[in-house]
């Protein structure tokens, strides 16, 4: 009974692992040729992107140039940034890794942010909708400060 529940065991590990080692996100080398390829194709080729589409800053402190892509830069088929909302614009984060190339690490949907130093390490004080600081629509805009540590988020404050 035992043999047969670490064989039932070794099955599952097989058949998951594959999985899960798919899952993980590949390194790109340049995230600003592959963001403009994929609105180029979703676009229909009529595209055009402003001058703060990429944005290269160290944001995790590692010394290494990280890479910022703001969606609200594009302009497609004449919208310009056709995936905001309300609640903002989606930013994707990239970090340069010591291999060799990028990985994002996270995508929000945001105001804008500030790059600023606190303590330090420069600091992401993100400006979001309201709700992500449990307000109502109308109400002061939410600010979460986030420090990046190697390729995680980690959120210090929020007002």
């Given amino acids: 009974m035992k043999s047969l529940l670490i064989v039932i065991i070794n099955l ?5 692992m594959p999985a899960a080692a798919q899952a993980q996100q590949s390194i790109l080398q340049d995230p600003v040729a592959f963001e403009k390829d994929h609105f180029t194709k979703s676009c229909d080729g009529q595209v055009s992107f402003g001058d703060h589409f990429a944005t290269q800053q160290d944001i995790n402190n590692d010394k290494l140039m990280d890479i910022v892509i703001n969606e609200g830069e594009i302009t497609c088929k004449g919208e310009k940034g ?23 690490i996270a ?18 004080v993100m400006k979001m909708h309201p709700r992500f600081c449990d307000r109502k629509d109308g109400e002061a805009v939410c600010e979460i400060t986030v420090r990046v540590r190697g390729t995680k988020f980690v959120t210090i404050s929020q007002k």
């Fill in 12 to 16: 599952i590990a097989f058949v998951i």
């Fill in 82 to 104: 056709p995936y905001c909302t309300d609640e903002g614009c989606p930013y994707n984060f990239y970090v340069q890794v010591a291999e060799g190339g990028y990985l994002m």
């Fill in 107 to 124: 995508t929000a949907k945001i105001y804008g942010y500030d790059f600023i130093q606190r303590f330090g390490n420069m600091v992401l």
